[in-house]
């Protein structure tokens, strides 16, 4: 699934393509992707729509439009293609927005899991069903090692799966939380009640650090993801602990293992990062 970095790399994209571009037209080839009003208001509403920027709040990417908002997020394998007329679609093509300058803006998704949401310019996106459960950006001011400790205060879930938490910190997905945590030399099962000042603090640093590293290069690529035009990212030749199950930590030779936290696929190192109890800090 794109994360954080991904996202911004598309949006980056889509800001160098698109901006300032008229939608002429929209083509819907598979309507449920669109979740707060019909297909037919929703294409309607896009007409003649100039698309002044595209920003991004968590995982989502936000259009901005003259009268609207539009919002998309990709989930699993969503990507954008701009393209001439030329261009062959395939059946995994499932929006075609037309542009007044002859090209198409695509949207291509394998698993269809990709949603779209249009609002007003009059509402407050803070507001709205996908943005009033997300927690802050981590690259907020208000990100701190004391907004991490309340928002863990007697949480005995898994850091693991409370960085997961979009409520907490929105954007972090499974593959720069498994890099986050063996930085901070963090055991995923560790209780987020038990993390000391210090791992919060190592937390909220290696979150930003590893994002930044990752928005740098363009992001990982993992599968079948790639951004607009096709960039592919390079993190993954960065990565220490995902997707290296078996092969020796660069830090101390120790073979990688993987267990399920929350239903989620985990790397991590367990020399590194030893599972202590709270008497052992």
Known sequence: MPELPEVETVKEALNQNVKGRMIQDIELRYEPMIKNMDSEEFKNKLKNQTIQEVSRRG????????????????????????????????????????????????????????????????????????????????????????????????????????????????????????????????????????????????????TVEVLARAIELGGTTIRTFTSSHGILGTFQNELLVHQRKGENCYICQTPIEKIKVGGRGTYFCPTCQKLLSKEMK
């Open 59 to 206: 995982k989502y990417l936000v259009f901005h439009l003259d009268h609207y908002y539009l919002l998309s997020h990709l989930r699993m394998e969503g990507k954008y293609f701009y393209a001439d007329d030329e261009f062959e679609l395939n059946p995994h093509v499932h929006v075609i927005f037309t542009l007044d300058n002859g090209k198409r803006l695509l949207y291509q998704d394998t698993r269809k899991f990709g949603t779209y949401h249009l609002y007003d310019k009059e509402i407050d996106l803070e507001t709205t069903s996908p943005f009033q459960v997300l927690g802050l950006e981590p690259f907020s001011q208000e990100f701190t090692p004391e907004y991490v400790k309340q928002k863990i205060y007697n949480k005995k879930k898994p850091i693991k799966s409370l960085l997961l938490d979009q409520s907490v910190v929105c954007g972090l997905g499974n593959i720069y939380v498994d890099e986050v945590l063996h930085r901070a030399k963090l055991h995923p099962l560790t209780s987020s009640s038990e993390l000391t000042d210090k791992e919060i603090e190592d937390v909220v640093k290696y």
